[in-house]
């Protein structure tokens, strides 16, 4: 059973960075792509980034671009999503997630909450 495990939210000043980590375990994610969805108070879930374990291509929220980089462990388990510059709008819990890209099986973390305080 996939697991999905995140950390390093918490409450920041605007401006401040932070670094997301999501831990992954109960398979072998070489065929999977690993990335980060946030949902705002009162909003709906939205794609933040993604990598792509085969080639290790990754995709960006347009928006967030130049902001927020997502970067992976050598042994495909773990993913980071670094978020520089940070403002009131990054509010929200960020949830990790892993894509079976075969099966088109999407699994969720628990999610992290980050607050920046303006």
């Known amino acids: 059973q996939v697991q999905l495990v995140e950390s390093g939210g918490g409450l920041v000043q605007a401006g401040d960075s932070l670094r997301l980590s999501c831990a992954a375990s109960g398979r072998t994610f070489s065929s999977y792509s690993m990335g980060w969805f946030r949902q705002a108070p009162g909003k709906e879930r939205e794609f933040v980034a993604r990598i792509v374990w085969s080639g290790g291509s990754t995709n960006y929220f347009d928006s967030l671009k130049g902001r927020f980089t997502i970067s992976g462990g050598n042994a495909k388990n773990t993913v980071y999503l670094h978020m520089n510059s940070l403002t009131a709008e990054d509010t929200g819990i960020y949830y990790c997630?892993?894509?079976?890209?075969?099966?088109?099986?999407?699994?969720w973390g628990q999610g992290t909450q980050v607050t920046v305080s303006s």
């Open positions: 997630t892993a894509y079976d890209l075969r099966t088109a099986t999407r699994y």
